[in-house]
């Protein structure tokens, strides 16, 4: 059974700076790996799949890397509206996700 | 563009069965080889996904809920639902639905629907 795992669980960051957020898979998932972004009281909304492919609309700080078992979301210059819980998921075989990193204003 | 909607009741009695409806507009749910999808969140948690189902019929269920779940598709009406039998405490959680496009990742999701298990 695959196991996901995110670093960090919290990571505290300012307007404008750089986060670099991991996600670990126990077992390679090759390319099948999507990230989203959570607002609170909101649904997720797809940022990344295919490890590195932006959906629709998502703007161009947001980048996605990684194959097999290690993939980083980079969000090159924090915004004020990217402070959100961010998680990775594989679909390799059935939906997985990882419990989050949370982005919050340093 | 295509729009998901969850309804349902918002509480559950355990060991009841809870019963959720996902509606699809902005096109057809069998016009495309899409799956459609049911993921939770319990307050405060991460997300789990419950199962998928295609346009088709053919279902996939997390198999750490299998022996509960029920998913179908209601071609005519646009809509998919869910059921999961005997339900305790531990199954409260917003309720989402989503389409799967392309591989088994969600995009657009419905807004979710909180649903609460208590006597």
């Known amino acids: 059974e695959i196991v996901m795992t995110q670093s960090p669980a919290t990571l505290s960051v300012s307007p404008g700076e750089r986060a670099t957020l991991s996600c670990r898979a126990s077992?390679?998932?090759?390319?099948?790996l999507a990230w989203y972004q959570q607002k609170p009281g909101q649904a997720p909304r797809l940022l990344i799949y295919g490890a590195s492919t932006r959906a629709t609309g998502i703007p161009a700080r947001f980048s996605g890397s990684g194959s097999g078992t290690e993939f980083t979301l980079t969000i090159s210059s924090l915004q004020s509206e990217d402070f959100a819980v961010y998680y990775c998921?594989?679909?390799?075989?059935?939906?997985?996700f990882g419990p989050g990193t949370k982005v919050d204003i340093k | 563009q295509l729009q998901l909607q969850e309804s349902g009741p918002g509480l559950v009695k355990p060991s009841e069965t809870l019963s959720l409806t996902c509606t699809v507009s902005g096109g057809s749910i069998s016009s495309s080889s899409y799956y459609w999808g049911w993921i939770r969140q319990p307050p405060g948690k991460g997300l789990e996904w419950i199962g998928s189902i295609y346009y088709s019929g053919s279902t996939y269920y997390n198999p750490s809920l299998k022996s509960r779940v029920t998913i179908s598709v209601d071609t005519s009406k646009n809509q998919f639902s869910l059921k999961l039998s005997s339900v305790t405490a531990a199954d409260t959680a917003v309720y989402y639905c989503a389409l799967s496009p392309g591989g088994f990742w969600f995009d657009p999701w419905g807004q979710g629907t909180l649903v609460t298990v208590s006597s």
């Open positions: 077992q390679s998932v090759s390319s099948n």
């Open positions: 998921q594989q679909y390799n075989n059935w939906p997985l």
